[in-house]
């Protein structure tokens, strides 16, 4: 797969070169240069006018950022400061804060904490909404704007103020910037041959990451599978895709996209060297999966390729293709929406589990950091996971029912 489109992340995101233009297929080109005379026409105004000076740049990067707020609440433009974090972001390593964030009903809203960072450890969720950052509302604030503002040298602070479902009012969170190295892949052994794989984001070496522990478990005598994909917020499609075409047959259809330019309409099957088809699978969703890790589940559910388990995902269903322009910075922008094999958009609506396991109510009255536990005392008091072995014990139970009867049949002689 040579060509990459970015699905819903403002941490994992690949560069695209469009190379030369694009030529407008708008229906009435007279009526666009009519309100592009306007347009100048106001600005000159501004510029003669306006009380303060302000440099022409600034008026036209204000401009560009007013368009590109009223398309939908992912469109966005990167100056180039903001261009440059971004390019370096698929590496997995950036300075910040460790979360993801999304305009929901032009709410700065958190799409999931990634484990192990700070934002992590002081005790954000999915869901919650990020109202001041520093003491600054974020009402009207654009998500680049605010990825700026929570990103910053490492060792010092920031001070977010959160309302959380249940709250009557927000609360603070003061949280110390680290540099944010994200592990996109991490194992344990269940016991009674089940292991566990937990994709944290989808980065240009998961794929590698996941063929690599997959092999460990088949080697170590594995049966069957648990895939965590609980608080991914998402990162490159053609990682998705080349984590799901592992689980089903040659072929497979995994996605498909669909946007008004013909390019944008692209299908992604399985061709994967080596495959675990017959591996049963158990894969955990909940609100803070979006995006790619919703391509993966939504496919694997597809085919009942596996049994999903948990609460409803996040529901980020287009595709942003990031554009470079001419004085180094860039246009994200939304091109396309993608598809389950089925032709299901889960745009707003998310992933429905086959199994729903909704995790205990937490009982605070102040914004508690999460405590420290080994991880596989986690797993054990985690009721989604336990949820999870008690289906493979249950495939298992309807496996050995189904033996015997293969084992008669193919033993009877055949019909005369």
Do not use: C
Not at 26 to 50: K, W
């Amino acid at each position: 797969m040579k060509k990459a489109f970015v699905i819903g992340s403002l941490l994992i995101v690949l560069t695209l070169s469009l190379g030369g233009s694009v030529a407008s297929k708008g229906p009435d080109n007279g009526a666009t240069y009519e309100q592009l005379r306007l347009f100048t026409e106001v600005l000159s105004i501004v510029q003669n006018q306006y009380v303060d000076e302000v440099p022409p740049k600034e008026l036209i990067y204000s401009a560009i950022k007013g368009t590109l707020r009223g398309l939908d609440p992912h469109s966005s433009f990167l100056d180039p400061e903001s261009y440059r974090e971004m390019q370096v972001e698929t590496s997995g390593s950036f300075g910040g804060l460790g979360i993801e964030i999304t305009l929901r009903d032009d709410v700065l809203t958190v799409v999931a904490p990634i484990e192990g960072t700070p934002a992590y450890r002081a005790g954000l969720h999915p869901g919650d909404r990020i109202v001041k950052i520093d003491g600054i509302v974020t009402k009207d604030m654009q998500l680049s704007d605010a990825v700026k503002r929570m990103r910053g040298r490492p060792g010092t602070k920031v001070m977010i103020g959160v309302l959380r479902e249940g709250w009557t009012e927000p609360k603070d969170f003061e949280i110390t910037r680290e540099q944010i190295r994200v592990q996109s892949v991490r194992t344990h052994d269940l016991g009674n041959g089940i292991g566990y794989l937990r994709v944290r984001q989808f980065q240009e070496q998961t794929s590698h990451d996941v063929d690599a522990a997959l092999d460990k478990f088949v080697k170590a005598g594995a049966k069957a599978l648990v895939l965590d994909l609980r608080n991914n917020p998402g990162g490159l499609l053609t990682s998705a895709v080349e984590v799901t075409e592992k689980f089903v047959d040659d072929g497979k259809l995994v996605v498909y996209t669909e946007g008004r330019v013909r390019n944008q309409n692209m299908r992604f099957s399985a061709h994967a060297k080596k495959a675990y088809t017959q591996l049963p699978m158990v894969v955990l969703i909940n609100q803070g999966s979006a995006s790619a890790s919703e391509i993966v589940a939504g496919a694997l559910q597809d085919y009942g390729r596996a049994v999903l388990v948990g609460t409803q995902s996040f529901g980020k269903g287009s595709v942003q293709t990031i554009i470079p322009l001419s004085d180094g910075s860039g246009l994200r922008l939304t091109t396309a929406k993608y598809f389950t094999p089925k032709g299901r958009s889960i745009h707003g609506k998310g992933i429905t589990p086959d199994i729903v396991v909704e995790l205990p109510k937490e009982k605070e009255t102040a914004a508690a950091p999460r405590p420290v536990l080994d991880p596989l005392e986690e797993l054990r008091k985690d009721v989604q996971v336990q949820r999870a072995l008690d289906v493979i014990k249950a495939m298992r139970v309807l496996e050995q029912q189904h033996r015997p009867g293969e084992s008669q049949a193919q033993a009877q002689p055949p019909a005369k």
